[in-house]
């Protein structure tokens, strides 16, 4: 299963400070143990790590992901169609015509079962979209780019 596969997400990961790694792999987990028939799309560019998780192995099937971004701190789980969910608490933050997100700050804090609620509605919404026949492939994890230029990951502020 890809849920083991980290060795390209963790070199990507590295520059960033431990609590922000300790954050994505935790939403990743999550994510997995959800949905582990769902492939796992990694993107290492240049302004972000960016990993989420695709009915196929294409960005377009993709329900939810994970970005890092280099020039902060920030950690974002998002849905790729996330406006087109009902999101009834009015948490997820975009305007744009399609992305939602909410930012995670600390693990403790992520609205789990919500989010399970939302990653459902995201999925069906995304196998929706999917014209038959379905790929077989399943539980993978495709690295689909590798920026050659990187911005420094921001290192953590002392207090």
């Known amino acids: 299963m890809a849920k083991e596969d980290t060795s390209d997400l963790s070199k990507f990961l590295d520059p960033f400070p431990e609590e922000v790694q300790k954050i994505a792999f935790c939403l990743r987990d999550f994510v997995w143990d959800q949905y582990p028939k769902a492939n796992e799309l990694i993107y290492d560019n240049y302004n972000a790590v960016a990993f989420g998780w695709s009915i196929t192995d294409r960005l377009g099937s993709t329900f939810c992901t994970i970005a890092v971004g280099r020039s902060s701190h920030n950690v974002h789980f998002g849905f790729y169609h996330g406006a087109e969910l009902s999101d ?68 953590s502020k002392k207090k």
Do not use: H, M, W
């Open 88 to 155: 009834p608490d009015g948490i997820l933050i975009g305007q744009g015509n399609q992305y939602r997100y909410i930012l995670v700050k600390d693990i403790k804090d992520f609205p789990k079962t919500y989010i399970k609620k939302l990653l459902k509605e995201a999925y069906t919404n995304a196998l929706s979209k999917i014209k038959p026949p379905l790929q077989s492939t399943q539980g993978q994890t495709f690295t689909k780019s590798i920026s050659p230029a990187k911005r420094s990951a921001p290192k």
